[in-house]
């Protein structure tokens, strides 16, 4: 007879943290967000890999590349770039991560001297970049010829179909720095001559970066940035249970710093091969987390076979439609709460401490402080960060809204990759995921920042300074659906929404 679990799953909309005592040193600036993310035995000083604030981006093709990672590592957390790509471009990913120099920023928006204003009103439309580079190919690296921004060209007088060249800003009239130019250099060159922008040329007159004046407080601080011991950014990657003897040697040898089996799945005998693989041909040298599961049994198994951290989670994504498709899954919280448990009843037994990973389904930004409340150690989101400037989506307007795109790995917009395929005839194959919009939310930095800020401070009510103590000191609460109502504004007419405001 199946087995039938006693109570119905939960998901993070039906809890609610209750306040505990907080002393006079509870205040958010006390509090850190400090988190392992990799196994460690008791005794040990802290695991491999640690992150200065619990967010990691979800392995997808909308929301993990290179930019994403850079922008997130400055913020303390870990990109896991998306492993449905060729393994050579998913390898140069992390090179360029690794190479990349704060400050130095590729350009982005770059178009041809024969292209027109129509073009560029295009492309800024597109991207929502103010500075638009022109080179001779349209390249980021072309031949560099001159910049346009909104101080060249009236849109209202200028016939749409004028030539690029007629209106930028040539080269011979700015200011540039040669590449090896230090941030500090650049910094003062910037001051110095009062610019808004400085491209960087190589010794060809090829553009190999800007630095933008816009940026200079960011880079003189950002305390909580995660870098190597060679001082570049941290990086995970995606990686599946088919062509990993192949994907797994071209990503260390990149440089990677903590892989993660991306599988809806994680429960089963391939993600243990794939375990088995790293473990005899790196031991311990290569970090790597499996899942998904949902459950202790799933967490045991891939804690035995050597998992680093293990992620938990099925159905629950912004995008996902496998509960629907497949009648597989369970409520976010509930799993949460019970791996949590299953992770500190191995510790007590083996001493080897597991980090577990809540993986989609945070909604709301306190969702974050109680998946970390319920035991989590970090969480993965993906519609949160699909939202910003940083995620590969592209930004359009939407009846009168900005919105990103944002895409499943189980759509068919995402697939042609092993993960759902089950490899039999194409017809027969059906979709885990939705191809979407999220409504444009602005720079990762400042979304993040408040994240942190809310989660920094509902700990303090809960009388807590790091995510151990939230985890030992939590008391959580199961709410009605009238007390849910109850927890939003109510019995009141927006303003917003009278067309007044
Ligand atoms: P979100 O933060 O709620 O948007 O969820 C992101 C998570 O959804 C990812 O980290 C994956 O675990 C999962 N996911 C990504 N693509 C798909 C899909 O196409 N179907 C089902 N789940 C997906």
Not at 177 to 202: C, F, R, S
Not at 445 to 467: E, H, P, Q
Request: aromatic residues 8%; charged residues 25%; glycine residues 8%.
């Amino acid at each position: 007879m199946a087995f039938y679990f006693d109570a119905p799953s939960h998901t993070f909309s039906e809890y609610l943290l209750v306040p505990g005592y907080s002393s006079a040193e509870c205040v958010p600036d006390n509090v850190t967000l400090k988190t392992t993310v990799t196994r460690y035995r008791v005794g040990e000083e802290a695991s491999a890999v640690t992150m200065n604030s619990p967010l990691v981006s979800a392995v997808m093709q909308s929301v993990s590349d290179d930019k994403m990672a850079v922008a997130l590592a400055k913020e303390g957390g870990i990109a896991f770039l998306f492993g449905s790509q060729p393994i050579e471009s998913q390898a140069e990913m992390v090179r360029r991560v690794k190479s990349h120099k704060a400050g130095f920023v590729s350009s982005e928006s770059n178009v041809r001297p024969d292209q027109t204003m129509a073009d560029v009103l295009a492309l800024k439309e597109k991207t929502g970049h103010s500075t638009v580079a022109v080179t001779h190919d349209g390249t980021a690296s072309g031949k560099f010829q001159g910049l346009v921004t909104s101080w060249d060209y009236r849109p209202s007088r200028l016939d749409p179909q004028t030539p690029v060249s007629e209106f930028m800003t040539p080269l011979a009239k700015l200011i540039h720095a040669k590449e090896g130019v230090t941030l500090k250099e650049a910094n003062d060159i910037i001051w110095d001559n009062k610019l808004n922008t400085l491209p960087v040329l190589d010794t060809k007159g090829r553009l190999v970066s800007f630095v933008f004046r816009k940026d200079y407080d960011r880079h003189k601080a950002n305390p909580q940035e995660l870098l190597d011991a060679d001082k570049s950014y941290v990086v995970g990657a995606g990686i599946n249970t088919i062509d990993y003897k192949e994907r797994i040697p071209a990503l260390v040898e990149a440089g990677v710093d903590v892989l993660c089996i991306d599988s809806s799945e994680g429960y089963t005998e391939w993600q243990k091969m794939v375990l088995d693989f790293v473990r005899a041909e790196y031991g311990e040298d290569v970090k790597i987390g499996a899942g998904n599961v949902v459950d202790r049994d799933g967490f045991r198994f891939l804690a035995e076979a050597g998992a680093d951290f293990i992620k938990v989670g099925i159905g629950g994504g912004a995008i996902c439609i496998t509960r629907e498709a497949k009648g597989i899954g369970r409520g976010q919280a509930t799993a949460v709460i019970e791996v949590a448990k299953a992770r500190d009843q191995y510790f007590k037994e083996t001493g080897i401490y597991v980090p577990i990973c809540s993986d989609g389904g945070i909604v709301h930004d306190h969702h974050v402080t109680l998946a970390l409340a319920m035991g989590a150690d970090f969480c993965m989101l993906g519609r949160y960060f699909a939202r910003f400037d940083e995620s590969p989506g592209r930004r359009v307007m939407v009846n009168g809204s900005y919105m990103k795109e944002y895409w499943g790995e189980g759509s068919n917009r995402a697939r042609n990759w092993q993960r759902y395929d089950s490899g039999g005839d194409k017809k027969l194959s059906f979709e885990e995921g939705v191809d979407s919009y999220v409504p444009y939310a602005g720079s990762l930095a400042d979304n993040v920042a408040l994240t942190l800020a809310k989660m920094r401070s509902t700990m303090c009510n809960c009388g807590a300074l790091t995510i151990r103590e939230l985890q030992e000191k939590a008391r959580l609460t199961l709410v009605s659906s009238v007390s849910i109502v109850e927890g939003g504004a109510h019995d009141v007419v927006l303003k917003d929404q009278t067309g007044q405001n």
